[in-house]
């Protein structure tokens, strides 16, 4: 018998932003769909602008499983997981550790199948980093939404992520924040005037 499923089920009862009051309390699972959602964007955004030749399923399907291994480690909290590189290196190698025995827990028939999408060492270079690219845009939303509401607790982890996504060079970034990261700051009213 296979657990592995019953693992991720428990996606949903792992909070995210741990040490932070939440206005809405976010889990890893709603975030992974966010995430996935993103990505599929920037692999589209990639392919028709900019020569891309991704497959935007596949990077939708990467990022539903980008934190899995959360289930097994929690969620450490930024400040905690990047305190010192010390920590931040013991920290990946405990991720790896996770991905394995997330591995270990499906059938062999399907284990090659997930491989490449809960192994980080086994993932495609260029995925990877478009999937944890859509991973900032998200988390950088969940702070527009937070600020929304009044929540100042997430004024410097916006800044912080701001900061991030100005430095990062992928045009398809560029291109979902010019055309879509204004609407998360809008009210439902504001977002359905053009209907």
Same mark, same amino acid.
């Given at each position: 018998?296979? !657990?592995?499923?019953? !693992?991720?089920? &428990?996606?949903?009862? @792992?909070?995210?932003?741990?040490?932070? !009051?939440?206005?809405?309390?976010?889990?890893?699972?709603?975030?992974?769909?966010?995430?996935?959602?993103?990505?599929?964007?920037?692999?589209?955004?990639?392919?028709?602008?900019?020569?891309? #030749?991704?497959?935007?399923?596949?990077?939708?399907?990467?990022? @539903?499983?980008?934190?899995?291994?959360?289930?097994?480690?929690?969620?450490?909290?930024?400040?905690?997981?990047?305190?010192?590189?010390? @920590?931040?290196?013991?920290?990946?190698?405990?991720?790896? @550790?996770?991905?394995?025995?997330?591995?270990?827990?499906?059938?062999?028939?399907? &284990?090659?199948?997930?491989?490449?999408?809960?192994?980080?060492?086994?993932?495609?270079?260029?995925?990877?980093?478009?999937?944890?690219?859509?991973?900032?845009?998200?988390?950088?939303?969940?702070?527009?939404?937070?600020?929304?509401?009044?929540?100042?607790?997430?004024?410097?982890?916006?800044? &912080?992520?701001?900061?991030?996504?100005?430095?990062?060079?992928?045009?398809?970034?560029?291109?979902?924040?010019?055309?879509?990261?204004? #609407?998360?700051?809008?009210?439902?009213?504001?977002?359905?005037?053009?209907?």
């Amino acid at each position: 018998m296979s !657990h592995f499923f019953a !693992h991720l089920a &428990r996606m949903k009862l @792992i909070m995210r932003w741990p040490l932070m !009051h939440n206005h809405k309390p976010e889990n890893v699972q709603e975030h992974s769909l966010q995430v996935a959602m993103v990505a599929h964007a920037l692999g589209l955004i990639h392919n028709k602008f900019y020569q891309g #030749s991704f497959d935007a399923n596949q990077l939708a399907t990467m990022a @539903i499983f980008h934190d899995a291994s959360e289930i097994l480690t929690g969620d450490l909290p930024t400040p905690v997981k990047y305190f010192n590189k010390d @920590i931040e290196t013991e920290y990946k190698k405990i991720e790896a @550790i996770a991905e394995q025995k997330l591995l270990e827990m499906i059938p062999a028939d399907f &284990r090659s199948d997930y491989q490449a999408l809960i192994d980080s060492s086994k993932m495609d270079e260029r995925y990877k980093q478009l999937v944890k690219s859509a991973d900032t845009l998200c988390a950088y939303i969940k702070c527009l939404d937070e600020l929304k509401f009044g929540n100042q607790e997430f004024t410097l982890a916006k800044q &912080r992520l701001e900061a991030v996504l100005n430095d990062n060079p992928d045009p398809a970034v560029k291109y979902f924040r010019a055309h879509f990261i204004e #609407s998360f700051s809008l009210s439902l009213d504001e977002i359905n005037q053009d209907l």
